[in-house]
């Protein structure tokens, strides 16, 4: 997606053929600032504080962590070591898993002396079918906003719920959620979204916002409680979310605060769609409440807040009395009854185990 007029993925290899380029996520919107990451260490870290985010972006990032560690010391116990720190960054998110999972038994396999050229050419194809993907999961969603603005004739707009970022920033282009309703835009369809604040960190004030913004779709932050009263008032006509893992039973993990907007799209009969790329499906898992590990982060997230002042200045400031207590929940699980449909890669299917398999037969062997 373009930036300035300047097309950018989320990361990218740099001149030098070896550093690996992010957009520091944890400036935007207020600064577009390029990072340069040249350790495994580096890559790590941006991951652990969410300097890159999202499901697909941080399996991304993990693959060329992997490339920088081969780089430095290609030897057994570093590969082994290496995704031992990459893996210990966030636990929810299973893209993570399968980089590391793809890469780890291929490297492995080569003499150590082939392994980091090796590394960054599967790094550069993960990333390359990231955004195949996405824009698969694209015209799919198109498909649904279309029909659903066929009947609505007459009306000024089409309104997009969603929650927390699920766009290109969130993946290595594109996005997920965000890709249908910039396809739908692109189409001429006049789509609003309604953007959720999402805290604590304010991934749709600051990163949802500045993307559509940038793309030219409407759009209207509103506070995270406020969804329930927009659908009442038959203002939203579809929720279309990201997902960090997907079980195969269709059980539906994303940021915190998506499950009360599935609760409250069912109890107004607004549509709940999840846009699933087919790396963010676990399928090891059937349990979703039960089984997905959830991310608790630092409580200071959840007592403070950070944004420009009249002045220019980022700062941070506290919005709790002193010394008080807090949890840091990152994410919740929405149950597959709820989700209207899984929008993925290869179609849409229904939130269930039949329904994945239904478009992914070849994962019917795998033990759950
Ligand atoms: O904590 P984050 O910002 O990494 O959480 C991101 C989300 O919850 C997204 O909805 C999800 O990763 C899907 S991104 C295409």
Not at 222 to 247: E, K, S
Not at 317 to 328: E, H, K
Request: hydrophobic share 45%; proline share 5%.
């Amino acid at each position: 997606m373009k930036v300035d007029g300047i097309h950018y993925r989320s990361i990218w290899l740099n001149d030098d053929g070896w550093s690996v380029d992010i957009i520091d996520q944890t400036h935007l919107p207020h600064e577009f600032i390029i990072r340069s990451l040249r350790t495994v260490e580096a890559a790590a870290e941006a991951i652990a504080a969410m300097r890159v985010r999202g499901a697909p972006l941080i399996g991304a990032t993990a693959a060329y962590g992997l490339a920088l560690a081969m780089r430095a010391e290609p030897g057994d116990e570093a590969l082994a070591q290496a995704c031992d720190r990459l893996l210990a960054t966030r636990p929810t998110a299973s893209n993570l898993q399968w980089a590391l999972g793809r890469m780890h038994p291929q490297l492995a396999e080569l003499p150590p002396a082939q392994r980091a050229e090796a590394a960054y050419a599967l790094a550069a194809a993960l990333c390359d079918e990231d955004v195949a993907i996405n824009d698969a999961i694209g015209e799919h969603g198109l498909e649904v906003i279309r029909g659903l603005w066929a009947g609505r004739e007459g009306a000024a707009a089409l309104h997009v719920l969603t929650h927390c970022n699920a766009g290109w920033l969130a993946t290595v282009d594109w996005g997920t959620a965000l890709a249908p309703v910039y396809k739908a835009h692109d189409a001429g369809i006049p789509v609003h979204v309604w953007v959720d604040e999402t805290r604590p960190r304010n991934q749709g004030a600051a990163l949802t916002a500045w993307e559509l913004k940038a793309h030219g779709v409407a759009h209207d932050v509103i506070v995270d409680n406020a969804g329930g009263h927009l659908m009442q008032h038959g203002l939203v006509d579809l929720v279309i979310t990201g997902t960090d893992r997907t079980v195969r039973s269709g059980d539906v993990c994303n940021k915190i605060g998506t499950y009360l907007k599935a609760l409250a799209a069912r109890d107004n009969r607004v549509p709940f769609y999840v846009c699933l790329p087919s790396p963010t499906i676990d399928w090891a898992l059937r349990d979703g409440v039960a089984e997905i590990p959830i991310e608790e982060r630092d409580p200071r997230e959840v007592t403070a807040i950070s944004g420009k002042t009249r002045g220019g200045d980022i700062q941070s400031v506290q919005l709790t009395p002193d010394g008080v207590s807090a949890r840091n929940f990152a994410f919740d699980v929405t149950p597959a009854r709820l989700v209207t449909g899984l929008i993925t890669e290869r179609g849409i299917c229904e939130a269930s185990e039949r329904g994945l398999l239904g478009l992914f037969p070849e994962q019917a062997e795998v033990a759950a």
